[in-house]
């Protein structure tokens, strides 16, 4: 009856972890967790890492200016 309530428990929270790393991809919060996280770590470990992260940021958003109308046409 143990090993019955165990798996049950088990497959709950489980399925209460599906629901939420699906919640978390929807509304797109996991990425920037994730990317905040690596970040910190990269900081911590490599001291120029940090500073290659915030210029991938930058770059990221960027807006690529648009290009001028042909003359020509």
Do not use: C, N, W
């Not at 978390?24 to 990269?42: E, H, Q």
């Amino acid at each position: 009856m143990t090993a019955v309530i165990v798996t049950v428990a088990l497959g709950a929270a489980m399925a209460g972890l599906g629901v939420l790393a699906k919640r978390a991809r929807r509304r797109g919060t996991a990425g920037s967790a994730i990317a905040g996280a690596m970040a910190a770590y990269d900081e911590g470990m490599h001291g120029t890492a940090h500073d290659a992260f915030v210029e991938l940021q930058q770059q990221d958003e960027r807006v690529k200016p648009a290009e001028a109308p042909d003359p020509h046409r």
